[in-house]
Every structure is written in C-alpha cells, then in structure tokens.
C-alpha cells in the first residue's frame, strides 16, 4: 500500500493511469493537459517559474480506488469496511519529511506554489486537494476533510464552509467563543489517506485513529510549527493557519465543482491567514480536479466508495439482504443504485429511504433499487430495470426537507439554511408478482449438436414424442436433446408432432404430450 503520494504516484504509474510531462510548461496551460488526460493522472516534471512539481487526478477513477485498496474493483466495499471498522492510535514523531523546509511569517508566499486557474470562471487560482486538519474547540479531538481554499494574497485564502460539515460545525464554535480556529491544509497524500479524511465518524471520535485504521498502521504525526495541530509526516507540504473568527464575510468563488458547474458562485465564506508554509525539500505539489468536460474522471471519485459504504451499512443494520451499492460517477455520486434480494413487501421502498439519507455527505439526491439479477455496474441493465420494472405512481418516492449538498445549481440557495428534495425509484419486481412475468430473455446458448445420435424420421418422431411425453419441455430442451447437424430434421419432427395434434402447451408455456384427437384441433 503506497504510503506517501509518490509512492502512489508510482503505483499508477506502473498501472499505466499517469501521464508525465516532463517538457517545460506554462502554468497556465495545466488544467487543459489536465482535461486531455482525464482517464489517467498528470504529473508536470517542469512548470516554468516554479520549483514545484504538480500532480493532479491522481485518484479519479475506480481503478485507482481499488487500488489504493489493496483489492480488485469488485473487493472496494469489502477492503473499506475492513478499514473503516479499524482502529490504529496515531504515533507522535519529532521529525518529518513535510518539515524539510519550514517558511514562516514574511517568508510565507503562496503566489510561489504552482497555483493554476482551473476553470474558465473561477475566481482565483485554489488549492484544490487539501486535507484540513482541525480540532473541535469543544471536544478537542482532531478532525479531517477536504476542502477548497481560494487564493486571496501571499498569506490568506478563503475556504468554503458553507455546506454541513464537521469543519463548518467547528468554525461556528470557534466564532461563539470569539477565537479563530487553527488549521492545517495537508497537500499531497496518497489517496487512501484522503479516503480515510472523508470517513463518516461520531463528533467524540479522533480522526486519526481513523487514518491509522485506514493504513494499517499508526499514522505518524509530527507538530506544527506555528500552530498547536499535529499532522500526518508522510505529506508533502502543510499550509499552517487559522480561520478568523468574522463569520462569511469574505468573497469566495466562483470555483468549477463537481456538480460541473459554479456551484453557488460568488459566495461569502470565511478566510484563512497562512502563517507558516512547511514541505519537503523536493515536494510534489498536489491538485485534485472537479467538474469540466468529464466530471465522472474526477478527484471526486476519492467520495464515492465512502458513500457506497454509509449506504450499505445503512441497509445492512436495517436488515435488507443487499447485494451490492455503487455511486454513479457520471452524477458525481448524486445518483447511487442498489441491488437487494427482496425478503418482504416494502424492501424496497425502506431500501431507498435508508440509501437517500444515510450518508453524511448528504448525497446521494437521486436513489434507484433494483433485483439482484441485475449487474449495477453495467448502466445498461439498470436502465432495463428502471424501464420495465416499475410502475412510476407506484414506484416513484420523493421526499422534500432533506439535508442538501447546497452547491446543487438546481437550489433556490447555496447558502444554508437550505433543503433539498430527493427522488427514490424502486425498480424491484414488486414482492407476489409472478418474477417469470419480469424474466431477462437471454441469448438461447446452444451446443452444435443435441445429446441423441441422428436418427431417421419415423425414430425421431417416436423419440421426440416419447421425449416430450416424459416432461413438460420448454423449445431450447428439445433442440439440446434432438438438433442434428442443422435443427431442420427437429423442426420438421415437430411439425409433424403437431400436425397429429400430439402437442399442447403447460401454464408457462413448456410442451406437453397429448393423445391424438384428431377431430377437435382447435383445443389446443
Ligand atoms: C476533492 C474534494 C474537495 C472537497 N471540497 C470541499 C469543500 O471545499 N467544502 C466542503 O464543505 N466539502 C468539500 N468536500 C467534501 C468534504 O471533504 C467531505 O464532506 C468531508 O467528509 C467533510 O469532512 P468533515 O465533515 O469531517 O469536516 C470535498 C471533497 C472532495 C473529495
């Protein structure tokens, strides 16, 4: 398992998902590379006017995930329960890799870092994939997240809390108190630690028992140097800092986001002073991508898997029998599907109740429940199952007052207080139906040649009889038992089985063996 971001960098090198640039580049240029090479990550060796390097995408897709796992794509729910169930107390060091090089005060100057302008509309260049450290100034146990940080000056930037999240909660102690709130933006961690920073946990919980449950190890953490946090050694650079205790004052955004638009625009967010820069000596200068041409291959994916779990623990704890659970990439994990093995009428309609609020993320807004005949994977049978499964006025749930992600453009506000309303579509073969009625018509797979050696016309109409006269029969038995080099002799056997008015039918449909009655046809 890759401990550092260069070690993962390597990884997916060796899996053929980073693309290196090693040319020189204008800062300027990046995120369109960037966009060219969305199914891959991007590493820039060489950004003029920067000592940095930058690495972006880097955990943007399901093989990444499964990856950063340790399993294959199928084992992503099964390794993250492991892990998420884990727990490992953190080790304090003295020394780190991320303080090689400790810039305070005056020195501090963010305009030196490979900061890129992301999207066309953005309002400044962002630190993009930021895990914050924080400690709740209530409980005093230390928190991990993800957020934006917007570019302001050589020492500020913003960030944006707006929607209901623990940092958000924190802040909001923080300003009744009248204190500002210390944190730390951790840059270039190896994807399983930014998995473990999106962990849904209990507010009394310490969130680096939690990475450590995540690595498998303690995880080591040194001090900062101008503030009373600890973080992860292994990053590449920290940015030390405090949120100021004026509330959402300050313009922020607009910034390109998951959604693919500017979710929220211009908003008011609080900002943060930078009063120490600390890095390695050659760090990597770490992005994560949202939204633009392809937001289903963005660092958004490092969510997905998270959600999948709080959605199927959710109906796990509640006693479904569930299959399997995936966050659509192409929604940006808004849409999650589900497959169940329905027990009881109505497990599907709990099933998406449970997976429409389950997750503290507040995703997903749109929920679907299919049978566990259908692979969810594959967009097409989850579709099939939508279509011809359900019955909308009966199948269709929409709940109103939900928790909302607030950068959903579809909102009359991003700015809480805001509510959402979400849509549940139950796709499961409703409990007392017939499921022949819903059966999947596959391909007929058929051996070359039946079972019997090939016989003569009068020995193939007696076996044929004698064959159908043991069982009911669906057509496809007939053609495994009978076929010859080609099916004409069968076909020509059978017609003259019918024509003696010896065939009928069962209830679904199989043939049976009559006695001849040769007067009355129509009976059958
Ligand atoms: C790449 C990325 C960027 C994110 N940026 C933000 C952000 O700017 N603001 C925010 O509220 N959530 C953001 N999130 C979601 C939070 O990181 C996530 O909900 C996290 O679990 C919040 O943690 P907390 O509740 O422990 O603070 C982002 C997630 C990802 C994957």
Not at 183 to 203: F, H, K, N, Q
Not at 278 to 300: E, Y
Request: glycine content about 8%; some cysteine.
């Amino acid at each position: 398992m890759s401990k550092t971001l260069r070690d993962w960098l390597d990884t997916l090198e060796r899996h053929d998902l980073l693309a290196r640039i090693g040319h020189e580049v204008h800062v300027n240029q990046l995120a369109a590379i960037i966009e060219q090479n969305h199914r891959r990550a991007t590493l820039f060796e060489n950004i003029r006017g920067y000592a940095l390097p930058l690495a972006a995408n880097t955990f943007s897709n399901r093989v990444m995930m499964a990856l950063a796992l340790g399993c294959d794509e199928s084992g992503i729910l099964a390794a993250l329960t492991a892990k998420r169930q884990a727990r490992i107390d953190p080790v304090v060091v003295t020394e780190a890799p991320c303080q090689e090089i400790v810039e305070e005060g005056e020195t501090v100057n963010l305009a030196t870092l490979p900061l890129h302008l992301q999207h066309e509309l953005d309002g400044a260049p962002f630190v993009s994939a930021a895990v914050m450290v924080a400690k709740d100034p209530v409980r005093g146990v230390n928190n991990l997240g993800i957020y934006r940080m917007m570019y302001r000056s050589q020492n500020e930037t913003g960030i944006d809390v707006t929607a209901p999240h623990k940092l958000r909660h924190y802040y909001q102690q923080a300003c009744e108190l009248g204190r500002p709130l210390e944190v730390a933006a951790v840059l270039g961690l190896p994807a399983i630690d930014l998995m473990a920073a999106l962990a849904s946990t209990p507010l009394d919980e310490d969130e680096y028992a939690v990475l450590g449950g995540f690595r498998g190890e303690a995880a080591e953490l040194v001090a900062c140097r101008s503030i009373d946090l600890l973080v992860p050694a292994n990053a590449e650079m920290v940015l030390e800092g405090e949120m100021l205790p004026t509330g959402w004052i300050a313009d922020e955004g607009p910034y390109g986001e998951f959604t693919g638009t500017y979710g929220g625009g211009l908003k008011q967010n609080p900002t943060i002073r930078i009063k120490a820069i600390t890095r390695r000596r050659d760090a990597v200068f770490l992005s994560a991508t949202h939204g633009g041409h392809h937001p289903g291959w963005t660092d958004m994916h490092v969510l997905f898997p998270m959600i999948e779990l709080d959605i199927h623990n959710a109906l796990v704890q509640a006693g479904i029998d569930v299959r399997a659970v995936r966050a659509l990439p192409a929604s940006s994990g808004m849409w999650a599907v589900a497959s169940i093995k329905s027990m009881f009428k109505g497990d599907g309609k709990n099933a998406l109740a449970l997976m429409l609020a389950a997750s503290k993320q507040a995703f997903p807004k749109i929920a679907v429940v299919v049978d566990e005949d259908i692979d969810i994977f594959d967009d097409e049978q989850v579709t099939w199952a939508m279509t011809w499964r359900a019955q909308p006025d009966q199948d269709v749930m929409i709940l109103g007052g939900m928790k909302a992600v607030p950068l959903d453009p579809s909102l009359p506000s991003s700015m809480p207080p805001v509510t959402t309303a979400k849509m549940g579509f139950d796709a499961t073969i409703p409990v007392g139906r017939d499921r022949a009625d819903f059966a999947i018509c596959r391909p007929a797979v058929l051996g070359e040649t039946g079972r019997r050696p090939e016989l003569a016309p009068d020995e193939l109409d007696a076996a044929l009889a004698d064959f159908i006269g043991q069982g009911a029969v669906h057509f496809q038995e007939i053609l495994e038992e009978f076929s010859g080099p080609s099916a004409t002799s069968v076909l020509e056997s059978f017609g003259r089985l019918r024509q003696r008015h010896l065939l009928g039918r069962d209830d679904i449909g199989r043939y049976v063996l009559l006695e001849a009655i040769d007067d009355n046809p129509g009976v059958r």
